[in-house]
């Protein structure tokens, strides 16, 4: 297939390109670069079944020739990004998904969009099946993420029910590994960084908040699995293991073998306290469910982040 890829030069969307390309497809990457990084595609610059398009994709998206797939992942995605870059974000996923949504109408392309956890908000139900609705703060500072993630789902199956589209939902729950950036303000690099520095790894709150960490191995693998498969509605793909990010940070001072002291700092404003997929569809729709401890994880991390950080 000839799939277009936007926000391919980032983390979770240069992993999906290795995919991709691996599975014998041909990949358009479209990225701007805000957050994205030349470096994770550098690898492909040979690549012929490989091109890179450096476009904003909240502007008009022309690709010549047929596209038989468009997968729309382009978005700042952790606080930092996009507490700094708040209308960039809302314009991505409002026209930006608009316009990847034209551009799989024009070729007749499957369109797939990457959504988020964020949809459930501060949840009040836990486990978090599809189901649920969320409860998000929409003019908090969280809520642009948020938000736009909430309405390009809705624009999404506005395309599906309204134009026949061949569309796909995902929502991802917090997912990591190699190519995340340094200083990108998401727990597992924060604290990984800090370790390896020797720095106080910071703790917002008291730490009881409680994550569930999806290796991008296990991520991407459920991710093309949605994609070929036939289910239009939302499917979770996350790890359902839940910890503390006090947990976390014990058990990345053990594996860096940091003896970093832990220090505690405001929990920032509508930060969920709780996060663990349902992920019970993923299962009986994909066959899916991740097979990278958190520990083999983190340790495949940690290994990346000692030549980043020693570099």
């Given amino acids: 297939m000839k799939i277009v890829v936007t926000g391919a030069a980032g983390f979770l969307g240069s992993h999906l390109t290795d995919r991709l390309l691996a599975d014998g497809n041909e990949v358009i990457a479209i990225d701007n670069f805000i957050t994205g990084s030349r470096d994770n595609v550098a690898h492909l610059a040979d690549e012929p079944r490989f091109s890179l398009m450096e476009h904003d994709v909240s502007r008009y998206i022309q690709v010549d020739g047929k596209v038989d797939g468009v997968m729309h992942f382009a978005s700042p995605a952790s606080p ?5 870059l708040p209308i960039q974000t809302l314009k991505v996923g409002s026209l930006g998904t608009h316009n990847s949504l034209g551009l799989a109408m024009a070729k007749g392309a499957r369109f797939f969009l990457a959504s988020t956890s964020e949809v459930y908000g501060d949840p009040q139900v836990h486990p978090q099946p599809e189901s649920y609705w969320g409860h998000v703060n929409p003019t908090g500072p969280r809520g642009v993420y948020d938000e736009a993630k909430r309405f390009a789902e809705a624009m999404t199956m506005a395309y599906h029910r309204y134009h026949g ?15 995340m950036r340094a200083h990108d303000g998401r727990v597992v690099s924060n604290f990984v960084v800090q370790a390896l520095k020797g720095e106080p790894i910071t703790i917002y709150g008291d730490g009881s908040q409680s994550r569930s960490f999806c290796h991008v191995e ?10 070929n498969s036939d289910e239009h509605d939302p499917v979770n793909i996350g790890n359902p293991g839940e910890f503390t990010v006090r947990e976390l940070a014990d058990i990345v001072l053990r ?22 997929p349902d992920i019970t569809r993923a299962r009986e ?19 990346y982040f000692r030549q980043v950080v020693t570099a």
Wanted: charged letters at 30%.
């Fill in 218 to 227: 296990d991520e991407v693998d459920g991710i093309v699995r949605l994609f």
């Fill in 80 to 84: 930092i990004d996009y507490l700094e």
């Fill in 165 to 179: 589209l061949d569309t796909r939902i995902v929502r991802i729950f917090n997912t990591y590994g190699s190519r």
């Fill in 285 to 303: 729709i994909l066959g899916w469910e991740p097979t990278v401890s958190l520990e083999d994880g983190l340790s495949r991390t940690i290994e």
């Fill in 255 to 276: 594996l860096t073998g940091s003896s970093s002291e832990l220090i505690l700092e405001p929990l920032p404003t509508d930060d969920p306290k709780v996060r663990q």
